[in-house]
């Protein structure tokens, strides 16, 4: 009786034995995921080199008709004339991104500090799911906003009489980004161990000298992580842009003068461009820069990451 109720459990209808029959299944389940992932991954690569390879081929085109000089040097953009100067977008872009961060950075490191260091575990407990909650509201709130609330209020303060420009955009930006650069700083802080700055303390140091000679150098790479992802947000931004910056093809001489930098000008001409043109392709490149941009932050994120690991 026992020998009729065990042999089943021993082989399966082939004949094989159980244990093998498993561990063939087991290789075979192992094998088909590392194939699905592997797939996966090519899939994203392939994806982003695509992109790459579209936009760069694409915006290339645009050196058939126009220089590189007159591309990248020029501040005349008359496409009506054959006028491809991208100069005013791209000085537009660095500068409202510059002071995005002049503005975000410093009160960004301020509140993380204030988070990580000084403020009671129950505030903190509250604060963090909010600024969490920020960093997911989607920019064209932001940019209603600023339109609605910020360009007014800079019209009363300033005495100007448009109020949107350099100075709009950027601490638009800068409401925008301060979330995500509040909350990474938050968690480098936090990850410098307590040994540290409870020796600092034994050794005498004020609580001052302990932030600016222990905290924040030990934290340093997470930050500068924080504010070049930041910085990447606010160079890719459109929609609140579009909404605050006044979309002028001008070079702005004051904060409150309005301009227009690569995003904004993509997003407003693209839709009446005709796809063969020299119009079309200078777009192009404008996005492939933007991209380009994009990628080499992130390069240096991986960069510091494996800097810090060693």
Known sequence: ?????????????????????????????????????????????????????????????????????????????????????????????????????????????????????????????????????????????YGYMGLTLLIPALRTVTGSNLGDGVLAASLVLAIMILPTITRISDDAIRTVPRKYIQGSYALGATRFQTVTGIILPAASRGIVQACILGMARAIGETMAVVMVIGNTPQLADSLLKPTSVLTSNIVMQMPNVPFDSTWNNALYMMGFLLLAISLLMIAVVRLLQKKGEN
């Open 1 to 141: 009786m026992s020998k009729s109720i065990s042999a089943p459990a021993r082989q399966q209808s082939g004949g094989v034995p159980a244990g093998i029959g498993r561990r063939m299944r087991l290789r075979l389940a192992h094998r088909s995921f590392r194939i699905l992932c592997a797939a996966a991954a090519v899939l994203v690569s392939g994806v982003l080199l695509t992109m790459l390879f579209f936009m760069f081929r694409t915006g290339v085109l645009t050196f058939q008709s126009v220089s590189l000089r007159e591309f990248f040097l020029s501040a005349e953009w008359e496409p009506e004339n054959d006028k491809y100067g991208a100069l005013v977008f791209i000085a537009g872009t660095f500068m409202v991104t510059a002071l995005t961060l002049a503005i975000a950075v410093p009160i960004s490191i301020l509140a993380a500090l204030f988070l990580a260091e000084l403020a009671p575990s129950r505030l903190a407990r509250v604060i963090r799911p909010i600024l969490d909650l920020l960093v997911g509201i989607p920019s064209v709130v």
